[in-house]
């Protein structure tokens, strides 16, 4: 299984699962079929409403045209780094430091489709992807970003807290509203690998920066429990506002 570490923005060492050459062929064929009901809609739209129509609205043909052309672009970045098809296969584009990446990111992966795919009939893309450590094509390469598996191996009901009653839940740190939906994640992501390697330290790690971040210190016995904690407080607290 072929998986890279992250160290992200907070410093904190992160295993993802890559993407795999079949997870990226099949999530294609997907946004391909996607592509194609598309084409065939379009099509039945300037067939129903007629010749006149588009002489008149010639404009139109380009706005059909044109999503055709920019699907890739435009779903990586109002779907955060997924398509269709790749978000049927359960893989997204990340950046090499574990941060959604930017728009210059996305905009670079989208030029060298042309090379990756078009112009070397997706031969280069198939290539770059099989032999290169991150399974990265030429794109992603240039544009410093890899896929991963969005589907964690550790079931999320075996790793977080059970659903708690707002009515008698009681929230052990207040200071958790000063911190992010991408900090929320960036723990559940910590649990689940340390769930998956029993690496601990990884855990202290995530604790001693949220502890610096909020600047509190851990009223639980192990550094896994008080992440628990942390995102069940941000759970509720985000909740009541």
Not at 92 to 107: A, C, E, R
Request: net charge neutral.
């Amino acid at each position: 299984m072929n998986t890279i570490n992250i160290t992200t923005p907070q410093n904190i060492d992160v295993e993802y699962e890559l993407g795999s050459l079949g997870d990226r062929m099949l999530g294609t064929i997907i946004d391909w079929a996607v592509l194609i009901a598309y084409v065939i809609l379009a099509l039945f739209l300037i067939g129903f409403t007629g010749r006149q129509f588009l002489n008149g609205y010639e404009w139109l043909m380009v706005v059909l045209v044109l999503p055709l052309f920019f699907y890739d672009l435009l779903c990586e970045l109002l779907l955060n780094g997924q398509s269709v098809g790749k978000k049927v296969m359960g893989i997204k584009v990340i950046s090499l430091n574990g941060s959604q990446p930017s728009f210059g990111q996305y905009f670079n992966r989208w030029v060298f489709r042309l090379i990756d795919f078009t112009i070397t009939s997706n031969l280069l893309a198939l290539v770059m992807v099989a032999v290169t450590e991150k399974k990265q094509r030429l794109g992603d390469v240039i544009a410093g970003t890899v896929l991963v598996k969005t589907r964690p191996r550790t079931q999320m009901q075996h790793t977080f807290y059970e659903p708690v009653d707002p009515a008698t839940y009681r929230v052990t740190y207040p200071e958790v509203v000063n911190l992010n939906d991408g900090d929320i994640q960036l723990i559940k992501e910590v649990i689940l690998n340390v769930n998956r390697s029993g690496n601990s330290m990884l855990a202290l790690q995530a604790q001693q920066k949220i502890e610096q971040t909020l600047q509190i210190m851990s009223k639980q016995p192990e550094p896994r429990l008080f992440l628990q904690v942390i995102l069940a407080d941000y759970n509720h607290v985000t909740s009541q506002l």
